[in-house]
DNA sequence: CCAAAAGTGTTCACCGTACACCCATGT
DNA sequence: ACATGGGTGTACGGTGAACACTTTTGG
């Protein structure tokens, strides 16, 4: 850190989020319709200028993502993913975005903000094929954000922040595979998931949703890391 | 990203470098002396506040590089670490610090800085246990630094960056056990290494310099990931 | 009874580890 | 000759992929 401190420009600092979640058996990110110019109309990601001058950058990440869920940020998963800086990625004056990247449950609804913005799941596939409009440069943020999510649950129990409370192991393959975008052998994946310790834990209960045999029900156990890593097909 | 510009508070946005490099049989960091206060005196990660205002941030990282290592960056390694931003991380003002993470060899001269600051390398075992005086949250930007260089080269084939441009097996082989801080079987290592296609291009070359059967010398080849992965011990 | 989903057991190929062994140099 | 480091061959144990098979429900 240097001392010339008069040579400081003038740059605004703001906190993003990409919200990601699985739901209607596709993986989706949260974003909200943009009401003024730039890029008015368009999707963004939500999140907001640095608020409070004594605000953890990390705090201010899951206020923002408790205002967006309505849900308290202890029990999701937020970290941060990158940082974007490059000049000219907001046309009205140069923006520094800290980008933090959440994991939620499908939630049962789909979200009103805390101030009067809406926010709405957009399938991932759709933000980024081009069929939804995105502001910014926020369709590389998400390009960044899938491909992190995608490896961290390769060696991580972060999947199961993607499912409610109680689930079965098929909800978690599911997870997998919707993530993935690629088939899992079921038997191999109940194996594998059941053979790290202190990840499921059975409640005992049972389910029999899908038809054909009861599903044992499941909550998260302590883990966090998983031994051994569960790698997907390249 | 909101609307609502008229909250932008104060906020100076600084890039600073982790800069790695294997000396003397250990992992080192580049540190500079602290001319002023706060923290006069004390050690702090090179770096400065964000210079241009049309600059790109990794762009300014890897101006900040060349500067205190005198080297071109296009042939150095160079990420996006993290954004430290909490508040009275810098006691005179609202800092944000968006690190950079650079692997750089040995080089042949301790480096004098572009300005006129003085750049010295320092074992992260030293600034890590407290016998250096690390100023701000730079410990804990250090601890990261380790953490992903070590994780790093799991995965790619940056060890490489550690060497010079001809290096023989064991060199690199060296890299890996100074940074993960154990002992890797020399042939195991070897042959993991020649299966990895496209990583080390052998240039004919011998070299005998530690004595016994002269070891052949290689450069890099195209290849960036390793396939399958080099693990470590846990 | 049949379909469908859950869960178990078994086989087989591959990969990492450990280590015996041979090679090529300096002294 | 022998010490030293470079490099190859091989045996063995563990793990992942594939898949046959059994279990438990609904229709």
């Known amino acids: 850190m240097v001392e010339d401190s008069w040579t400081i420009p003038d740059v605004a ?23 003024i110019e730039p890029y008015a109309g368009m999707l963004a990601l939500p999140g907001g200028f640095l608020f409070d001058d004594a605000e953890d950058i990390d705090v ?22 990158r940082t974007y800086g490059a000049p000219g990625r907001d046309p009205r004056r140069r923006v ?10 499908d ?13 709405a799941w957009t399938p991932v596939k759709k933000a980024l094929e081009g069929s939804a409009e995105v502001a910014f440069d926020h369709v590389r943020i998400i390009q960044d ?18 499912c409610p409370a109680e ?25 594998k998931i059941t053979s790290v310790t202190d990840f499921l834990v059975p409640t005992g209960e049972r389910t029999t949703r899908y038809g054909g ?13 998983l031994h051994p890593a569960l790698l997907r097909a390249r």
Chains 1, 2 share one sequence.
């Open 167 to 191: 689930f079965t192991m098929t909800d978690l393959r599911r997870i997998y595979e919707i993530i993935w975008g690629q088939q899992l052998d079921p038997r191999n994946f109940h194996r």
């Open 107 to 119: 939630l049962p609804d789909p979200v009103a903000g805390g101030d009067a913005r809406r926010a």
């Open 96 to 105: 520094i975005s800290i980008c933090y990247l959440a994991f939620v449950p």
């Open 213 to 225: 045999r009861p599903a044992a029900l499941y909550r998260c156990g302590p883990a966090t890391l």
């Open 145 to 162: 954000a899938v491909e992190r999510a995608r490896s961290k649950i390769e060696y991580t129990t972060l999947a199961a922040s993607f």
């Open 13 to 35: 600092v703001a906190v993003d989020l990409a919200v990601l979640t699985v739901r209607d058996e596709a993986l989706q990110i949260m974003l909200v319709e943009r009401g």
């Open 60 to 81: 201010a990440a899951a206020r923002e993502l408790s205002e967006e869920t309505g849900l308290t940020p202890a029990v999701l998963h937020l970290e941060q993913l």
